[in-house]
């Protein structure tokens, strides 16, 4: 059974930086591109982040571009999202997914385009 757990939530104040891990069992997840979502209260679910089944391309929203940085290490079957520069509107439920195949696209922000979700962890950020 395929599952996604994600981990490293919590409150910061802005400006403040946080490091998010999302740790796959039931299957190789170097096989498949992977994403990090986020939903607001009220929101509709966006991508934020994803990166290529090897790990040689990425993609952000533009909203977290030159502040977040994905990274994946497929030994460990865990991706992560480094979150620097901290804002108020970065509060939300994050989620990481597992996509349907080895390559994210121009449709990675997609949620259509994934196929397994973890529980998400909440991130908070204080003014």
């Known amino acids: 059974q395929v599952r996604l757990v994600e981990s490293g939530g919590g409150q910061v104040q802005a400006g403040g930086s946080l490091r998010l891990s999302c740790a796959a069992s039931?299957?190789?997840?170097?096989?498949?591109?992977m994403g990090w979502f986020r939903q607001a209260p009220g929101k509709e679910r966006e991508g934020v982040a994803a990166?290529?089944?090897?790990?040689?391309?990425?993609y952000y929203a533009d909203s977290v571009e030159g502040r977040f940085t994905i990274s994946r290490d497929n030994a460990k079957n865990t991706v992560y999202l480094l979150m620097n520069s901290l804002k108020p509107e970065d509060t939300a439920m994050y989620y990481c997914?597992?996509?349907?195949?080895?390559?994210?696209?121009?449709?990675?922000?997609?949620?259509?385009?994934?196929?397994?979700w973890g529980q998400g962890t909440q991130v908070t950020v204080s003014s």
């Open positions: 039931g299957y190789t997840s170097g096989s498949n591109c």
């Open positions: 990166i290529s089944a090897g790990g040689g391309e990425t």
């Open positions: 997914a597992a996509g349907w195949s080895s390559w994210c696209g121009g449709g990675w922000s997609s949620k259509f385009e994934y196929s397994y």
